[in-house]
Structures are given as structure tokens and as C-alpha cells.
């Protein structure tokens, strides 16, 4: 079954940083491109990070230059670390592939106190 467990979500203030960890199942991960998302309370998911498989990365204009999206294809897993995290950057984060997404996480929730 595909599953997607994301973590390394937290309490933090303005400035500090997280790193967000996903484990993938194989059928997922494999060589997709797979991303981060977030959704903030009455806001719609959007994506903020994504990678391919050969690693090439992109990012919303909103967290460029502060979040670095990586992977490690050995263990199914992506990461994103988060730097100058700002108020609102606090969302629940999801991982999932980009394009055709499967069955979403519980997703981790990451709150940026002032």
C-alpha cells in the first residue's frame, strides 16, 4: 500500500529553522518527482518545493533562497530544510509526488511563533 509519513514538525520562532523529514513507499517514490506542500488554515495546498529524481529543484518565489528541498533515493525519503522561517510559513506540511498524486499523509504541522 502507498503511504507517505512526514516529520520534524514543531514550534519554532521567527528566524529559526526545521528540517522535515518523508518516508515513501517504493511505488511512490521511485523515479518521481516528488515535492512538498503546505495548507494553512482556510487556504488551499500549495506546493513549495519540489525535486526530481535526477535532482533538479524548484521553488515558490515565497520560501526561495530559505527552504532546500533534497532526497535520498536509497531510502525513499525527502527532506526539507527550513531556515528564516517566518510567521507565515506556519502550515501543515505534506509530501507527495508532483503531477499525479497519491493517498496524502497526516502531514506534520509547523507553527513560526513571533
Known amino acids: 500500500q502507498a503511504q507517505l509519513v512526514e516529520s520534524g514538525g514543531g514550534l519554532v520562532q521567527a528566524g529559526g529553522s526545521l528540517r522535515l523529514s518523508c518516508a515513501a513507499s517504493?511505488?511512490?517514490?521511485?523515479?518521481?518527482?516528488m515535492g512538498w506542500y503546505r495548507q494553512a488554515p482556510g487556504k488551499q495546498r500549495d506546493l513549495v518545493a519540489r525535486i526530481t529524481a535526477s535532482g533538479f529543484t524548484d521553488y515558490a518565489d515565497s520560501v526561495k533562497g530559505r527552504f532546500t528541498i533534497s532526497r535520498d533515493n536509497l531510502k525513499n525519503t525527502v527532506y526539507l530544510q527550513m531556515n528564516s522561517l517566518k510567521t507565515e510559513d506556519t502550515a501543515v506540511y505534506y509530501c507527495?509526488?508532483?503531477?499525479?498524486?497519491?493517498?496524502w499523509g497526516q502531514g506534520t504541522q509547523v507553527t513560526v511563533s513571533s
Open positions: 507527495n509526488r508532483v503531477g499525479i498524486v497519491t493517498s
Open positions: 517504493g511505488s511512490i517514490f521511485s523515479a518521481n518527482t
